[in-house]
Each structure stands twice: as structure tokens, then as C-alpha cells.
């Protein structure tokens, strides 16, 4: 069983979700994961919250008629965004992960999908579609810095930030 806890969000207090258990909304996630083919959307949330038995039932205004509906969605985006794992490293130490993680939706390029963190590590069009996604972000990293001349490739900047963090703990 996964153990979850929520990542640093300001949103998370603003919608009162912090003071929920991420244990809870967690454990209901996955269950929705399995009923969704491992692919949650934010509709699918929302749909879920209209049962009041849902823990993710608190968190949403109920009018889906107004423009409260596109807060709920966001919420929702908060929700999946901001829950993590807690596991064991191979070193023995818990260590935390997130637990969802935003995909294109195969069928529907423009939209979003949510993937659980154990079908992107043994799904290889998942982890796919994943390293696409950080690759397009490294890109536009790299385009909005373009300006300051002085700053090395995007890939060497990480390697000596990781070298700089690796020194410092030693």
C-alpha cells in the first residue's frame, strides 16, 4: 500500500484540502485510477465529488452550471498536482515521489491526463510522453534565459547544479 502526503501547494490551504488526510485522497485516487485504465482527468474527479460518500466530495462548490465549475476543475488540477508518495529508497531512507503525473492525452493532444507514478515507470509510452514533456520544459527554460549570454546549455547547467549539491553534502 502507498503511503501519501501532500506536496507544498498555497492552494491546498486556500481550499481547506490541507486539513483532508492524503492518505485518504490518495487510496480514493487510485481507486479511481483502476475503475479509468490507470488515466484520471480532472472531469473525472468532479464527476466522482458529485458523490457525497467521495472524500474528494469537500472539496468542491457544488454549482457545475457557473463559473464555479472551472474553479472546481482547477481545484481538482491542485489536488492531483500536490499529492505525493511516500517510499523506501534503495538506500533504505523513506523518500518522497509524486504520485500523478500531467500527460497529452493520447487520443486528444490538446488535453491533459493524470498518470499514476507506477504505470509512467513501467509504461514505456507513458515514461514517453513524460520525457517529452520535461524535454519541451527544458527547451522553454532555455529560450526564456537565451538573453543572458552568459548562461551555459540547459544540460550543463543541471550537471553542475547536481555537482554543486553533491560537494556541499559531502
Sequence with gaps: ???????????????????????????????????????????????????????LHVFFQQSLEDKAYKWDLQVARVVMNSLRIVYVNTSGDDDVKYALYSARQED????????????????EGARASIVEQCEAQLRALQRKYKFLEKLPSMA???????????????
Design 108 to 123: 486528444d493532444r490538446r488535453k491533459r491526463e493524470y498518470l499514476h507514478t507506477d504505470l509512467v515507470e513501467i509504461n
Design 156 to 170: 550543463t547547467l543541471l550537471e553542475d547544479i547536481e555537482k554543486k549539491k553533491d560537494e556541499e553534502q559531502e
Design 1 to 55: 500500500m502507498n503511503t501519501y502526503v501532500w506536496g507544498d501547494n498555497p492552494a491546498l490551504r486556500s481550499e481547506g484540502i490541507r486539513d483532508t488526510d492524503p492518505q485518504i485522497v490518495g487510496e480514493r485516487i487510485e481507486h479511481l485510477l483502476s475503475e479509468h485504465n490507470n488515466r484520471l482527468t480532472p472531469e473525472d474527479i468532479l464527476n466522482d465529488a458529485k458523490n457525497a460518500e467521495s472524500p
